[in-house]
Structures are given as C-alpha cells and as structure tokens.
C-alpha cells in the first residue's frame, strides 16, 4: 500500500497538466467535483468532452488529439468498454499517465504495451 502511495505522490508532484475525458460541465457530476479540486490545487485542467465549448473556464476538446498542448496525466470518465481507444490516444499524444476511476478495469489493457507507470 506505501508503495502505491508513493507512487501517486510521484506522479502528482511530478505532473501540471491534466487532460479529463467525460468531463461533466454539471457541477454535482464526480468528474466536475474531481477536475475542479485539482484546478484549485495548481493543477492545468483541460476539458475532453465534444458536447460542450467551455467546462471550468477552459476551452473543451472533442478528443485527446485536438489537444494542442503536452498533457502529463488523462483522467478518464469513462466506462471500462470506452478505455481502449482513449488509451490509444493517450499513448498517441505521449501523456505519462493513464488515470482510470475507481471501479473502471480493463483487463486487456493492463499487459498491453506501452505501459503506463500507474492504473
């Protein structure tokens, strides 16, 4: 347990920027309370959601790819079935870190390189 403790605040001390796929603009959604906790601790929070222009301040991207900028860590909300062809695109635009939320496992993901240092 220490060492995946560790190696969360490695991450998190080591990242600026994170990218949040199926951010919520809906401000009772567990993705709007997550991004904007983050943004209010120093955090560069870039929206992934195609439905909306705007989340938290920032402009929204349709995708992973649309993202202009480096991204250190994509945060997903999204279900299990959804993570592979977000994982391409993380892996596409070379963020270190996959973020998964509680709850959301894939299996097939997990053996497949590139490995991300943490699920």
């Not at 060492?3 to 009772?28: M, Y």
């Not at 943004?39 to 992934?48: A, K, L």
């Not at 989340?55 to 993570?83: M, N, Q, T, W």
Request: proline share 8%.
């Amino acid at each position: 347990m220490n060492e995946d403790i560790n190696t969360l605040r490695r991450i998190l001390k080591q990242s600026k920027t994170i990218a949040v796929v199926g951010l919520s603009a809906d401000w009772w959604r567990p993705s709007y309370f997550a991004a904007k906790y983050m943004q209010e601790h120093g955090y560069r929070v870039i929206p992934v959601n195609p439905s909306y222009q705007q989340i938290l301040g920032e402009k929204c991207y349709a995708s992973l790819r649309d993202v202009p900028e480096p991204v250190d860590i994509v945060d997903c909300f999204r279900k299990s079935e959804d993570i592979d062809p977000i994982a391409d695109d993380a892996i596409a635009i070379g963020a270190k870190v996959l973020w998964m939320q509680i709850g959301v496992i894939n299996h097939a993901l997990a053996g497949r390189p590139p490995s991300f240092p943490f699920r």
